[in-house]
């Protein structure tokens, strides 16, 4: 058998290597996890929803595991009979009926399950993970003919489907991290056309960090950083990278460089596909920062922090256990190989998964034949099954190895100098420096390697809010050469400032990925307040008559994109301007008005006339003071009635 054999079921087998009793029956008996060659296009796809294929026949009764969000040491058996997964026959929701069964008082009934794989539980077929994620690669490898390749559908008694996580309403899934190394699919991402399945690999239990393969292309990396290069806009262009939540604040333990992507179409596209790595649907605007791209050059850094914000102010409720919001999770693109450091390292895993691989195998048995009952003289696909079972290839470490953090300072200290002396660098870190000490921590604690147009992923919250303090971590020192990245900080719920102004929690109790969110504590005079906010509430339509496709701004924020001919509507607050963009540039904007719940709004050729005249006008007014003084020219301005100046602040 050909090595990349080997490594493909190294990565079927550790998907289930949680499965107890009857996993080697379960092969024995014929089951065939069959992938296709990376270098192998994937089939085409137009549906663009996640790869969940239902096509096939659940055996019963059906068997799964039920543990806590993102607990997976800790579950009951639950036994499903075909009558429960009928739900056409009872008025219970699949939840219910599993959550019914259980015998931990604890769960809620109105809470949301998840898979090991990321998918909301809806129907039992959602429940064979195993299933879904074997027809899934098959589908990758031999397309239309993914069913003639299936395996036989019969099961040990035993068998265990799958494995569902309960997650409390008002809660965000989190990823089970399982053992150091356990890799899964995350089949509840919708891919384009062409790409890989997503993989994430555990790196760390404590804190939660998971390496993702495939998350996104190198082409995708290319982009981001030619685009940041092109951004002129002071508020989101490239430049010395700052700290806080307040302004502009140059902080001397962050060096790098960083810009924000808040709307290219790439960037869009990697946002709502961080949102469904993690669970959270629909896709909004004001749960995430923008995407943040960083650079970092020969000796930049940036020393340990938490992402969790620990403020108290009084704009903003920062309170993520309780009732408030905070960031949630953190999913950091690399985009660049680094010669030599530029590593994200975290200080507080005391041991972690390095991998040998740089992407996942996913390569077969390239001569065998498709099916069990071919007549061809190839190798079977059972016979390559058989061969790595017996191997054991569900053991991680047949793909990486497990490192443990150093407690000796000193030797730490000494490699270090010696590493930097080596490589003729020491003279750019000083001793003592906060910058030399990073690179002694960064070679003696967990630090996660750049590779481009990979991805890892941490969280910031334990399972029911808390602050996760062990997810601190730094970005280690440059040595050689440069480093892109970029990274999406995901929130709770809507970010400072829109929790406050906006009051959007009211919209989450009927959203149940969100969960309900309105505050027990409210005396009479906050909901008399509450209510007087309310009253202001806003339904606006935004319609394009005869333009190209037009951007819709707030705050500097893209809220909306409306083509032509169409129409967005947005719920608003009166007072609130939004800035009308075509083709990047502002054309006008849009004020809300008072004492109306229901407003239009037009965007038409006209805008762009008005612009244009006033754009003129805001030329000639210059040039009149450029040439003959301020108060002269003013006077004869005003003699000439032109002192129009109704244009928006941005053009």
Same mark, same amino acid.
């Given at each position: ?39 192998? *296009? ?11 294929? #239902? ?16 607990? =997976? ?51 039992? #077929? ?65 891919? *384009? ?69 808040? =709307? ?55 309170? =993520? ?226 333009? *190209? ?103």
């Amino acid at each position: 058998m050909k090595s990349a054999t080997f490594l493909n079921f190294c990565l079927q087998l550790s998907l289930l290597s949680f499965v107890h009793g009857g996993l080697f029956d379960y092969f024995k008996k014929g089951v065939e996890m069959v992938t296709s060659s990376l270098s192998r *296009p994937a089939p085409e796809s137009t549906s663009g929803q996640a790869n969940n294929n #239902h096509d096939f026949e659940l055996i019963f009764p059906l068997r799964i595991k039920l543990s806590e969000n993102g607990e =997976s040491d800790i579950y009951e058996v639950i036994t499903l009979s075909k009558e429960e997964c009928n739900l056409d026959s009872h008025s219970m929701k699949l939840s219910e009926v599993i959550l019914k069964k259980s015998s931990n008082s604890e769960f809620q009934m109105d809470s949301q399950l998840f898979t090991s794989s990321g998918d909301e539980v809806h129907q039992c #077929h959602d429940l064979d993970v195993y299933t879904q994620h074997e027809l899934l690669l098959l589908e990758y490898s031999h397309g239309d003919k993914a069913q003639e390749a299936a395996i036989p559908r019969d099961h040990p008694e035993d068998h265990i489907s799958g494995h569902v996580f309960h997650v409390p309403l008002g809660r965000l899934f989190l990823w089970p991290s399982y053992d150091l190394g356990h890799r899964a699919i995350a089949s509840n991402v919708p891919l *384009p056309s062409g790409y890989k399945p997503i993989v994430l690999e555990t790196l760390s239990i404590e804190p939660r960090v998971f390496k993702i393969y495939n998350f996104f292309t190198e082409d995708e990396t290319d982009f981001l950083i030619e685009n940041a290069l092109t951004i002129t806009e002071d508020a989101y262009r490239l430049k010395r990278s700052s700290t806080g939540t307040n302004g502009y604040t140059v902080d001397t333990y962050r060096t790098s460089d960083n810009a924000f992507d808040t =709307s290219s179409d790439v960037a869009m596209a990697l946002k709502k596909r961080c949102f469904e790595l993690l669970g959270m649907r629909p896709y909004n605007e004001h749960w995430a920062d923008g995407l943040q791209i960083l650079r970092y050059n020969t000796t930049t850094a940036y020393i340990n922090h938490l992402d969790y914000i620990e403020a108290e102010t009084d704009d903003h409720d920062w309170d =993520s256990a309780a009732h408030g919001t905070n960031r949630f999770a953190t999913i950091l693109l690399y985009m660049s190989d680094v010669d030599d450091g530029g590593e994200t390292f975290f200080p507080d895993a005391e041991e972690w998964f390095v991998s040998n691989e740089t992407s996942p195998d996913f390569a077969v048995c390239e001569d065998s034949t498709v099916g069990n009952d071919s007549d061809s003289d190839g190798p079977k696909l059972k016979d390559c099954v058989s061969s790595v079972v017996q191997k054991g290839c569900q053991d991680p470490s047949q793909y990486g190895h497990i490192m443990q953090a150093s407690d000796d300072d000193a030797l730490a200290k000494a490699e270090t100098s010696r590493y930097l002396d080596e490589k003729n660098i020491s003279h750019l870190f000083r001793q003592n420096s906060w910058q030399r000490r990073m690179v002694q921590h960064c070679r003696s604690k967990m630090a996660v390697k750049p590779m481009k147009a990979q991805a890892v992923l941490f969280y910031s919250q334990k399972r029911l809010g808390e602050m996760d303090h062990a997810s601190i971590h730094g970005g280690c020192p440059v040595l050689q050469g440069s480093k892109w990245a970029a990274n999406l900080w995901v929130w709770n719920g809507p970010r400072q400032p829109y929790l406050k102004r906006e009051k959007e929690y009211r919209n989450w109790k009927n959203d149940r990925t969100r969960g309900e969110y309105i505050p027990t504590d409210m005396t009479e005079d906050d909901l008399a307040a509450d209510k007087a906010e309310r009253d202001k509430a806003v339904k606006g339509l935004f319609r394009n008559i005869d333009l *190209p496709p037009v951007e819709i701004y707030w705050q500097n924020h893209l809220i909306a994109t409306v083509e032509t001919e169409g129409k967005e509507t947005i719920n608003t607050f009166a007072g609130h301007e939004f800035i009308v963009k075509l083709n990047g540039r502002p054309i006008t904007k849009i004020v809300v008005a008072q004492n109306h719940a229901k407003q239009l709004f037009d965007i038409s050729q006209s805008d762009v006339e008005r612009s244009k005249q006033q754009h003129a006008k805001l030329q000639h007014r210059q040039r009149m003071l450029a040439s003959v003084g301020h108060a002269s020219a003013e006077t004869e301005l005003a003699s000439k009635g032109d002192t129009d100046d109704s244009m928006p602040d941005d053009l």
